[in-house]
């Protein structure tokens, strides 16, 4: 996430302080899963998005379109682009506030070639390397990204050269994380400076947590798991930036990212909880200034695992942000979580129905993630309801009330009502998900796509008439835990 809006300000500022290098303000939290690191060669990517107390996101669905080429214009920057021909249709996250022409800060989704994107996940740019080659305000940023790259990917790394183009030609307006993934690979884009930027292909045996901070290391202009901006290295040395390797090697964070106290507080620590949660055997501190950006799991990850690492807030620790938060350390879930999704590709099954966008509305610790196949023709419709009000239809209040109401008693009421309920509707999403991907595989075309539409639809009723039955047990368990004194003699 970015703070060229104003949104993003009211989130940052519930941890007391804002982040004073070159950059905006942060949030967010990214997650990626490598095919022979998950359970079934699925490939993962994942990120919180972290916005406001009360800003509802939607979930919509953009058929394919086709005519003569158009040019985007973004609504908050002015940045402008020549979109091709043709686009894909895909999916998305956008926020409530959604006008025609005007930029949606769509965020997530997954496209008709089952390529997948999450843009983005914001970085401080240190201010040597700012100097060097300032941001471009009229350069893409975050509103736009996704709705101007994902419609014309045919695969991640296409998404990469997509948006690395355009970074080059007209400019970035900030330093982002991006995402893309499709059956096969997952590629990691860090776009560091005005015009320059790197990414690499994430290991397929292997996984990352990432925060608001640049974590590209070494980069290798000569191999092909690595992609960067023309020139990369001759910029760095040219300009005395930090990570200077040879002609063909740079260490990208060190040249044009940040490591400071900040970062011990806002960023590293939730490097360290992601890889405690899934490679235990890994003995680290807190307080480590380095932490490798790619790590082989204990175990393969599993979809339901990396939900929890998208939920903690340093669980089971002395550093629980719902204990005593020793440290003051940022967690990974925190009251500003809008959405968080899980954009999982799947190798066995028919490719109609590979893509699976699943979402947690809200916070993911009390919310639950809904899997939604991409082969449809709308979205359920109580996900494309909800503003910055509470209401009682959209699926984004539903789940903000479960968050509101066991704020106040922290991990008493969840525990004791939340997650036996997270863990019966999980496990019923699971069993429906195993059912409609049978019955799918004996349709095609416009049945295939209308049956996959209904199940979303399905499941999103069941899990949203759930959890209002949960809100309503929760307002009176919560109303118990006031201590009342009186004697019980009168």
Known sequence: MTANHFRYLVGFAAFGFVMGTVSSASACTTVLVGKNASTDGSTMIARNEDVDTSWAKHYVYHPATSGTNTQYRSTDNGFTVDLPTNAQSYTSTPDWQQKKGQDQFSEDGINSSNVAMSATESGTTNKQAQKADPFVKKGISEPSMVDVVLPYATSAKDGVKRLGHIVETKGSAENNGVIFSDKYSIWYMEIGSGHHWAAVRVPNNKYAVIPNQNVIGNVDTKKSNFMTSKNLPKFVKSHHLNGYVNSHQVNFAQAFGTNNKEDATYNRPRIWDGQRILTPSKKQSIT??????????????????????????????????????????????VPTDVESHILQIRPNVPKEMAGVQWLAMASPATSVYVPFYTNVNNTPTSYQKGTDKPDSESAYWTYKMTKVLTDPYKNKLVNKDVVPVQKKTTSHLKASLKNNDQQARNLTGDELTNFLTQCNQQNADYVQNVFQKLNNKLIVDSTRQTKIVQDKNL
């Open 288 to 333: 480590q200034k380095h932490y490798a950006m790619f790590m082989k799991p204990d175990h393969k990850i599993s979809v339901q695992k990396v939900q929890q690492v998208l939920g903690s807030h340093f669980n089971n620790t002395k550093y629980d942000s719902n204990g005593k938060w020793v440290g003051g350390y940022r967690p990974i879930n």
